[in-house]
């Protein structure tokens, strides 16, 4: 039981680093092909805040955000395989940052095609934190291994 639970984190926790590995590869000076793709991203989510809730988010230079980003998949990702319940924290918070910032299906209309792609992928990263939850509650559900001293036999005789 426990090599398919190995084994599952494993195959989960890939996703993660693969994408973190890639956009490490890319990252060269300027924070590669992640940051020119998540700079228009950015700055439609921080006008969206505003509009809404009136709210300034932070300005945020998109290289360390794409940073920030590759270190929280790598790392949470290889703590996450050996069954780390930190692990599965820093993968939430990455997802938790970046689901809304990259698949902003809010700022186009319903009709438009790119409206069903991206809240199809946002929908899909949300059962992925779904999923990291589950793993969460059913890490803190288990009860720890209890070490007992057994009993001391009595003597007879």
Same mark, same amino acid.
């Given at each position: *039981?426990?090599?398919?639970?190995?084994?599952?984190?494993?195959?989960? =926790?890939?996703?993660?680093?693969?994408?973190?590995?890639?956009?490490?590869?890319?990252?060269?000076?300027?924070?590669?092909?992640?940051? %020119?793709? #998540?700079?228009?991203?950015?700055? =439609?989510?921080?006008?969206?805040?505003?509009?809404?809730?009136? #709210?300034?988010?932070?300005?945020? !230079?998109?290289?360390?955000?794409?940073?920030?980003?590759? =270190?929280?998949?790598?790392?949470?990702?290889?703590?996450?395989?050996?069954?780390?319940?930190?692990?599965?924290?820093?993968?939430? #918070? !990455?997802?938790?940052?970046?689901?809304?910032?990259?698949?902003?299906?809010?700022?186009?209309?319903?009709?438009? %095609?790119?409206?069903?792609?991206?809240?199809?992928?946002?929908? !899909?990263?949300? =059962?992925?934190?779904?999923?990291?939850?589950?793993?969460?509650? *059913? %890490?803190?559900? *288990?009860?720890?291994?209890?070490?007992?001293? %057994?009993?001391?036999?009595?003597?007879?005789?």
């Amino acid at each position: *039981m426990a090599f398919v639970s190995f084994v599952g984190r494993v195959l989960f =926790a890939s996703v993660f680093i693969l994408s973190a590995y890639q956009e490490f590869n890319d990252f060269g000076v300027d924070g590669g092909p992640a940051a %020119k793709y #998540l700079r228009p991203k950015f700055s =439609a989510f921080s006008n969206h805040v505003l509009t809404h809730t009136g #709210l300034q988010v932070p300005e945020i !230079q998109i290289k360390q955000l794409v940073a920030a980003a590759i =270190a929280l998949k790598g790392i949470g990702g290889l703590l996450f395989i050996f069954g780390s319940s930190l692990g599965a924290y820093l993968l939430l #918070l !990455q997802q938790a940052i970046a689901t809304p910032i990259l698949y902003d299906f809010y700022n186009y209309d319903v009709e438009k %095609k790119e409206y069903t792609q991206l809240f199809l992928k946002f929908t !899909q990263n949300l =059962a992925l934190f779904g999923a990291l939850l589950f793993f969460i509650g *059913m %890490k803190n559900s *288990m009860p720890r291994r209890q070490l007992r001293k %057994k009993a001391p036999k009595t003597k007879t005789g």
